[in-house]
């Protein structure tokens, strides 16, 4: 760290922790010197102050930008943009290989300059964990675990040595190695510090820990008052090599909690409920920081839990503030007591430490009494649903979904079973969400013991599956004697990592899914992750139910979404009674006990003492040392980025775009999701038609996610998921659009590369929301390969709308009143935006012109989404890496 040359307000001072000086920057000082009232900000709000504090240099960091902070009290929102630096970076694989890939291919460009390619390095700490890349091929076995381990270290073998070469070949670049567990558990765990040191000319000075990571959950570790949140991989490869993060200063909703949960209720019941709310808030874009007299009945990881699924309602991150709970976190987690202790005395000497006195841009409020049992879906995250109510809010989405009420069945080839519309079939206890929770993870294990006591056993057609976050998880279930009854209902352990959540559920058996087909059955998923969306969790699976650890165990019993828990009787007991859900319901207290004798730091302490070593696997890929990576022309994995070919001393300026075709014209809410690649690759697309003339069998496509590395294979998957539907060639779903005007349906890859014979620019045509969900770098990236240059859309999710401006790509909004339906855009259209190449400023109106097949035109304003100066440089320079790299050579 190297703080900044300036120092307006006074503020830097010294502190003494442990018999130990540190320097810190003040807020106490700087209100005193001209910062008035600054006592009264939010507290994530204060962390970006002492931030800018600590680098002003007049250059970057202004004191009209602090000053701006003080200002933000006035209205409680600002217009004012600032130059922020986090502490640190966290990567997870899927998103942390094509960094590492840029960085490589970063350090040829310099070699070609002439330059010295090793001075190419992070200059903040980055923590990349592989976390992504298992997959559920092995599961309800004892042995899963294992061979699965073995079929991730044989798909990605290629992948592994080239992280492997990275965490050699750069400084100030940490590997957490294969299962050890998911990025944001090993995060809130091991990596945070709540307050961060860094010496700097002998001096230690000491700050807020703070971070942004290639995933959107990385906005968990707020639970721990570790302010952070997720960026594209391109946002956050310009902060590993020193660039500030452009942003405004953001509003910040005050989410007041008061009481308890009553008896019977998880933190996915509150989580579920919080995200409801401030989805119906509109919080997209602000920081949501939680205070009240209830946060003393919330636990860390019932806090990590809701700042998890800051995506899911929106929000740039929930925050929670240091407080005795963090505290007692940190010990049980086994953080030394002099970590404690300085976290502790900073944050009441800065006036971080969790109080009521703080103004808030607007106020929710949540009475925790008031929370009862609530699953979400079948499709999106804030689709809160009662738990009372699932049975028949299932059957009206059954209705409305196959204009059908009754229910098809199918007989399953050698058993003597069939399964049919709202069959349960994948049930899984997955990702970060829960997995950081012991709570609702003992209570899914007691509610294992009572039923397999009760002699209940899971339906035979449900695929069973449990991803812990975190090795410990393992420790504790095991301590409690409850992993066995997971066991015995099919829950074993089959990896540490993301699993489910994102698309790595794996394939369900072969007669499964030839039952499905024969009938085109409407199958569900229940799991206990953050994500729905369609066609995420398996390409077989058409409804997604997000739900707690003991109702995923609850509904793998049940075996069907139509089965009322509150209700119906899971089968017989040895005496012959009805065995019903408050029949094997573990109570608040007997979780509380379990926990209290069953989970101690030393567990964390034993897990984390060897968190570089990875399994054998791990350490036996060998690598060569060298500044220049030595890529394999034959590789389908990991292939040199083409970002930096012919990298022109300028900036490219404002290039015109004219007479460019609409590629997709797309509805509400398409995630990224829609439009980066995901999920396994079908043999039947561009993506299985390259394999194919690669000698690549099926068997070994792997997933997209494990492809990242390979633009060849990335760009042809992009806007190519199996749900997504372009109005342009309607009737059809997936990747498929109309080439015009020949008015010809095909693939779009296929499209692509007949309009970059014809030298066509193109764009794309969004709704509402376009780019929610997660922090896909390769939405971004595969759509400026494919040639699009533009985005025209209603409104634009935070990091998606960053990241096609960090690739070049412009984004711009509709006004009030006009829409692709109000302009009765079909795709025949002819779009050019109007006087471009003679440049444009931030949030500037742009007239767009459209020019119909019928001969009208129309000339539309729009608003141009590039929204600071920061932003319109990466433009400018056709990207941010771009940027970046002219700035060093």
């Known amino acids: 760290m190297k703080p900044g040359t300036k120092n307006s307000y006074n503020s830097l001072s010294e502190i003494q922790i442990n018999n130990q000086n540190y320097k810190y920057f003040s807020l106490k000082k700087a209100e005193e010197n001209g910062l008035e009232g600054i006592s009264k900000l939010p507290k994530s709000i204060k962390v970006l102050l002492e931030n800018l504090l600590r680098y002003e240099d007049d250059l970057s960091v202004t004191k009209n930008q602090i000053e701006a902070i003080k200002n933000w009290l006035k209205d409680k929102k600002s217009k004012t943009e600032i130059a ?50 298992v997959q559920v091929d092995q599961s309800a076995k004892s042995d899963s675990f294992e061979k699965n381990v073995d079929i991730e270290f044989q798909r990605n073998g290629e992948r592994y040595s080239f992280l492997k070469w990275g965490q050699s070949a750069f400084d100030n670049f940490r590997i957490v190695p294969p299962g050890t567990g998911i990025c ?44 952070g949140w997720g960026v594209g991989g391109i946002e956050a490869e310009a902060g590993m090599l020193g660039q500030p993060i452009s942003m405004l200063i953001p509003e910040v909703v005050g989410f007041e909690v008061t009481n308890k949960m009553p008896e019977g209720t998880t933190a996915t019941d509150l989580v579920l409920t919080v995200v409801k709310m401030l989805r119906d808030k509109g919080v997209v874009g602000k920081f949501v920081e939680f205070y009240g007299s209830g946060l003393k009945n919330l636990t860390l990881a019932d806090r990590a839990t809701i700042a998890n699924m800051a995506p899911e309602y929106g929000a740039t991150c929930g925050f929670f503030p240091i407080d005795e709970e963090t505290l007692k976190y940190l010990e049980f987690s086994g953080r030394n007591k002099e970590t404690v202790k300085i976290v502790e005395d900073y944050a009441k000497e800065q006036g971080l430490w969790a109080s009521d006195q703080i103004e808030f841009t607007d106020k929710v409020s949540l009475d925790m009494s008031t929370i009862v049992p609530t699953i979400s879906g079948p499709k999106r995250p804030q689709d809160k ?114 699993t489910t959540c994102i698309g790595n559920s794996g394939p369900l058996a072969d007669n499964i899914v030839s039952a499905i087909q024969k009938e085109n059955l409407y199958a569900v998923s229940v799991l206990s992750g953050n994500r729905n969306f369609e066609g995420r969790i398996s390409p077989h699976i058409k409804a997604n139910y997000l739900a707690s650890p003991p109702l995923v165990v609850a509904y793998a019993l049940a075996g069907h979404m139509e089965f009322d828990l509150y209700k119906d009787s899971f089968g017989k007991d040895k005496d012959g009674n009805d065995v019903y859900l408050k029949d094997i319901w573990p109570s608040n207290k007997e979780i509380e006990d379990t926990l209290k004798s069953s989970l101690n730091a030393e567990m964390f302490v034993k897990r ?111 806007f190519a998921n199996i749900r ?94 006009f829409d692709r ?69």
């Open 184 to 227: 944001h558990q090993v995060n809130l765990e091991y990596l945070s510090k709540v307050v961060w040191s860094e010496e700097y000319k002998g001096d230690k000075y000491i700050f807020p820990d703070t971070l942004v990571g290639t995933d959107s959950h990385t906005t968990m570790v707020n639970g721990l008052s570790v302010l």
């Open 608 to 718: 984390y003492s060897n968190v570089s070593e990875g399994p054998k696997q791990w350490q036996e890929i060998n690598t060569e040392k060298s500044d220049i990576y030595n890529w394999d022309d034959g590789s389908t994995y990991v292939k040199k980025p083409p970002f930096f070919e012919n990298l022109s001393d300028k900036p490219e300026g404002f290039k015109a775009i004219k007479d460019a075709r609409p590629l997709l014209i797309l509805g509400d809410m398409v995630t990224t999701d829609h439009i980066s690649p995901a999920g396994n690759i079908q043999k039947d697309s561009p993506t299985g038609e390259y394999f194919m003339k690669h000698q690549i069998q099926q068997k070994d496509f792997n997933s997209y996610g494990s492809r990242r590395g390979n633009h060849e294979v990335m760009m042809r998957g992009t």
């Open 821 to 889: 339906k109000k302009l009765n855009l079909i795709g025949s259209e002819l779009i050019s935006v109007v006087e471009l190449e003679k440049g444009i400023n931030p949030s500037d109106k742009i007239k767009v012109e459209i020019k119909y097949a019928s001969g009208e035109s129309k000339i539309i304003d729009t608003l141009c989404r590039i929204d600071t100066k920061n932003e319109l440089e990466y433009y400018k320079n056709g990207g941010i890496l771009q940027y970046v790299l002219r700035n060093m050579i």
């Open 385 to 498: 649903v009662l738990l009372t109510e699932a049975s028949s809010s299932f059957k009206k989405v059954f209705e409305e979904a196959t204009n059908n009420n009754t229910q098809k069945t199918s007989k399953v080839d050698n058993t003597d079973y069939e399964i049919k519309d709202g069959s349960i079939l994948i049930a899984a206890i997955t990702s970060c969400t829960n997995t950081s929770n012991p709570s609702v993870l003992i209570g899914a294990g007691l509610l294992a013991k009572k039923a397999v006591e009760k002699g209940l056993n899971v339906k035979p057609w449900v695929k069973t599956s449990l991803a812990p976050g975190s090795q410990v998880v393992t420790d504790y279930l095991e301590k409690a004697g409850l992993n066995t009854f997971l066991d015995q209902l099919g829950f074993n352990l089959v990896g540490y990592g993301c």
């Open 84 to 133: 922020y630096r986090p502490a640190r970076v966290l990567l997870q694989d899927y998103t942390g290989i094509p960094a590492v890939a840029d960085l490589a291919a970063m350090r040829e460009a310099v070699k070609e300059k002439d330059k010295d390619p090793s001075t190419i390095n992070p200059l903040s700490a980055v923590d990349l964990v592989i976390d992504h890349s």
């Open 724 to 817: 997504i539907r372009n109005e342009m060639a309607p009737g059809t779903e997936g990747g498929f659009t109309k080439l015009y005007p020949e008015e010809k349906v095909m693939p779009i890859y296929d499209a692509v590369v007949e309009y970059k014979k014809r030298d066509t620019d193109l764009v794309v045509i969004g709704g509402k929301e376009y780019g929610t969900g997660s922090s896909r770098d390769w939405a971004a990236k595969g759509t400026k390969l494919l040639g699009i240059k533009a985005v025209i859309a209603e409104s634009f999710e935070r990091i998606h709308r960053s990241n096609l401006i960090g690739m070049g790509v412009l984004p711009l909004q509709f006004l009030e009143g």
